[in-house]
């Protein structure tokens, strides 16, 4: 980005308020980083912040990158009491595209005994790829249960333990969503896609604790070098984007009505106290419900295909995020206590230690905030920090984001090349489709490791562990 | 930017990609944007025509029915696996009127890379260019 950024801290950068906006732009970033960042999330982070109600920045994490309206890796909170609104772009098409992490109890040196043949079982049982469906097919009634209970449902209904409900964000269950804000054709689309992955830059990943970086947090999360976790990154699938899609519109054709101009149409929005705000508003909850269970019922299919394997294995959710999703919190705002409703498109909530909401063992070392990776290269896991709150509204990155596009990276790789590189490194793929690897290569993607660093050095979560691809089932 | 055929491209945008469609008549530019919707997925060439569907729909205005239209076909192929690789428009004062012909997906032949999952209306235009021809295009969240 080449605009008039001012350094205001380390590895923070300010844009002032002008022309429109209401507030400041804030990114998270090194000089690398920000450099790196297309002129377009300079355009966003200006357009977010003229928004009505917005409050204290609109901010931009060290993953930050050119999205819908909102820049993914985007944070922006609106008061409703100053007219604040609510964004469907500001969510994302993926409501609640998230990534749960699960403990399995297997050393590394287990793995390897057994790693291809884990691979050939996972590839079975793990719908990934357009076309497949889940085994999972719901009545219009269980639906409905669905979009109302998440995680709590799928547990309820059979996939799953009570405890997987504690490791969740809302401990499984958006509260306040609204099935009946859920139009018919997103239900339908959904009927058959429960318990899959999808295809694009989902994945679900085994992989390898390389190396612990804060012994403490990665104690109260269960992590020790040298053990093996999984990482399950997919979202609400085709229903969330059939409401995202479907609110886009409806906000876009009405913005005049709501006399909010805007300078993208992909902005689209309504005031949070209008019927349409509280419409979408309990859609996309359901919609939350809805990836929330999807990763339920894959850590469900997940444990009964590591039994086939693996008979000792003990599975254990360590932690469930999501990184699109708009969420009613109290924060600070010039020393008082708000409500206010938090955007966070393509970045995690980071609660510090101490937050109310979390879970008790992570009390003391804060919220786990899940960042994923590529196939070849490594994942995160960081904690949040009491610092981020007054950062960013305690939110942080979510993964590495694109350098190149796909087009590209299928004229730099063919998947059968990726494959078998990645193999001889020991990482086994698996995917319906070779394009579709090849428009994942590793080498398409940002540096992790410097984002992971960049946010440590911001002050917005700090880093517990870095894990390393052995197993990854493609979408 | 990527120049598949005389009538319908794909270009890159960031994460995700752009389709567009060119034709003497809008309807002509919506035929072939549907066309580079396919392409995101699989090679349209490689579809039969063993199905079809119809489509109608009317929206206030050129754009949003270039992704309504869109939207209806990412929802056929969502709900009932259809890829689609023939299509006939008609558009009547802002109402489409359509067929498309396909098959149900068949991962072994087509190798579908990516799912399409929304039209958006990110680089959202229906324009006629100086030379008379019909643009469509939008980018597609994938």
Redesign the interface.
């Known amino acids: 980005m080449q605009g008039n950024w001012e350094r205001i801290g380390n590895e923070a950068w300010r844009l002032a308020p002008r022309d429109a906006m209401r507030v400041p732009a804030i990114v998270y970033a090194s000089a690398a980083l920000l450099a790196g960042m297309e002129d377009k999330v300079e355009v966003q982070l200006r357009n977010v912040a003229s928004l009505p109600g917005i409050v204290t920045a609109a901010y931009g994490m060290p993953d930050a990158h050119w999205g819908y309206g909102f820049p993914i890796g985007g944070v922006a909170a609106f008061d409703p009491d100053q007219g604040g609104i609510i964004s469907a772009g500001g969510v994302g098409y993926d409501i609640s595209c998230g990534v749960r992490l699960i403990r399995t109890g297997l050393t590394a040196g287990d793995l390897e005994r057994n790693k291809e043949a884990l691979a050939d079982v996972l590839a079975r049982e793990i719908p990934a790829g357009m076309g497949s469906r889940g085994r999972v097919h719901l009545s219009p009634g269980e639906l409905d249960a669905m979009l109302a209970g998440g995680a709590r449902w799928a547990v309820e209904s059979g996939y799953g333990m009570a405890e997987d409900l504690e490791r969740t964000e809302e401990r499984g269950r958006m509260a306040a969503a609204d099935p009946a804000a859920v139009s018919p054709q997103a239900k339908h689309r959904q009927r058959d896609e429960m318990g899959t992955l999808g295809s694009g830059n989902h994945y679900l990943e085994v992989q390898r604790v390389e190396r612990v970086f804060d012994r403490n947090a990665a104690a109260a999360m269960g992590l020790a070098e040298e053990e093996v976790v999984v990482s399950i990154h997919c979202g609400s699938r085709g229903l969330g984007h059939q409401i995202g899609t479907e609110f886009l519109k409806e906000m876009a054709l009405r913005a005049s009505e709501f006399r909010i101009g805007l300078p993208d149409r992909e902005l689209a929005c309504a005031p949070l106290r209008s019927e349409l705000g509280m419409r979408y508003l309990g859609a996309m909850r359901a919609g939350i419900n809805c990836a929330l269970a999807n990763r339920q019922i894959l850590t469900h299919l997940l444990r009964g295909a590591f039994r086939q394997v693996f008979p000792q294995a003990g599975l254990q959710v360590v932690y469930d995020v999501s990184h699109n999703t708009c969420k009613e919190e109290r924060h600070r705002v010039d020393g008082r206590e708000t409500t206010l409703f938090v955007h966070r498109k393509g970045a995690t909530r980071a609660f510090g230690p101490g937050h109310p909401k979390l879970p008790e063992e992570f009390r003391e070392s804060g919220q786990p905030v899940i960042i994923g990776g590529t196939m070849g290269t490594a994942s995160w896991v960081l904690a949040g920090t009491a610092a981020s709150e007054s950062l960013a509204f305690s939110s942080a990155c979510h993964g590495a984001g694109r350098s190149m596009s796909r087009h590209q990276a299928t004229k730099a790789w063919s998947g059968r090349q990726l494959i078998d590189e990645l193999k001889a490194q020991g990482i086994l793929i698996r995917s319906p489709s070779l394009r579709g690897v090849a428009e994942e290569a590793p080498g398409a993607y940002k540096d992790v490791d410097e984002v992971a660093r960049v946010t440590e050095a911001s002050g917005l979560a700090r880093r517990v562990a870095r894990l390393v691809p052995r197993v990854c089932v493609k979408g | 930017m ?1 120049v598949e055929t005389a009538d319908w491209e ?1 270009f ?6 752009g389709v567009r469609g060119f034709g003497d008549q809008p309807a002509a530019a919506f035929a072939h944007a549907a066309m580079a919707l396919t392409s995101v ?1 699989t090679d349209p060439a490689g579809v039969r025509g063993t199905v079809h569907v119809d489509f109608c729909c009317e929206e ?1 205005s050129l754009e ?1 029915l270039l ?2 239209w869109l ?1 209806r076909l990412v ?1 056929e192929t ?2 009932q ?1 259809l890829l689609f690789g023939r299509f006939d428009v008609a558009i009547n004062d802002n109402r489409l009127t359509a067929q498309a012909w396909g098959e149900p ?1 068949d ?1 072994q032949r087509h ?5 399409v ?6 680089e ?1 235009k229906v324009e006629q260019r100086p030379d008379r021809r019909w643009v469509a295009q939008c ?1 597609v ?2």
């Open positions: 990527t794909t890159v945008h960031g994460a995700d990609i997925t206030p949003f992704l309504e939207n929802y969502a709900t696996g997906i991962t190798e579908p890379a990516v799912e999952k929304g039209a958006t209306m990110t959202l980018v969240d994938v």
